[in-house]
């Protein structure tokens, strides 16, 4: 499946978490302009009302104002971390710095936007990486899961063979002296 085709098969679903309106509508504006994909938005007015909205709901990614409606971005950054650990978010700004950057990429962020400098191209560019990125996670993760699964499978199947061989014979099967018990006469 090529790239196009990938992101072309269903909507994103995007949450825009932003206390400011005429910044929510500018993303959406943006995105409605790509020609590879559409979108759905989202507008969360508050982090509070983003988190429930994520919570309740499936998206593909979120786009994190630093400051929606005077709450922390980063924390709820790191809310949004605990509720949907496997939906990117990228945190966006219109006061960007190499701390908050920084901050940002700790409490889990999968890119920093200054506002200031934005564009179509930036932001779409942006969201296909990070659901990119997210999706090669994911399949590392199941292969991982899978490969200790095998490793579990392989170590404690032996272990159980060998365990069985050390026994003495009537552990490994107690009730066989009862096979021949008819033949036993009471006194």
């Known amino acids: 499946m090529s790239t196009s085709e990938q992101y072309s098969a269903f909507p994103i679903k995007v949450p825009v978490i932003d206390d400011d309106e005429s ?13 590879v994909s559409d979108y759905e938005v989202v507008w ?6 983003g988190l429930v909205q994520c919570g309740d709901l499936y998206f593909d990614v979120c786009l994190l104002d630093h400051d929606p409606s005077r709450e922390s971005g980063l924390d709820v950054l790191k809310d949004l971390r605990e509720i949907v650990p496997n ?12 701390e908050l950057d920084r901050q940002a990429s700790a409490a889990g962020a999968a890119d920093f936007l ?5 564009t179509p191209s930036l932001l779409v560019r942006a969201i ?60």
């Open 23 to 35: 910044d929510a509508l500018l993303v959406e504006r943006m995105l409605r302009g790509d020609s």
């Open 87 to 98: 939906m990117p978010v990228i945190f966006l700004t219109g006061f960007g710095s190499s």
């Open 44 to 49: 969360a007015r508050s982090g509070t009302e």
């Open 114 to 118: 200054d506002k200031n400098e934005l």
């Open 128 to 187: 296909r990486y990070v659901i990119t990125w997210q999706r090669a996670l994911n399949e590392v993760g199941e292969a991982y899961a899978t490969m200790e699964k095998r490793v579990r499978d392989r170590t404690v199947e032996p272990y159980e063979t060998r365990r069985m061989a050390e026994l003495p014979r009537t552990a490994k099967r107690p009730y066989r002296f009862l096979a021949g018990a008819e033949s036993f006469r009471h006194v």
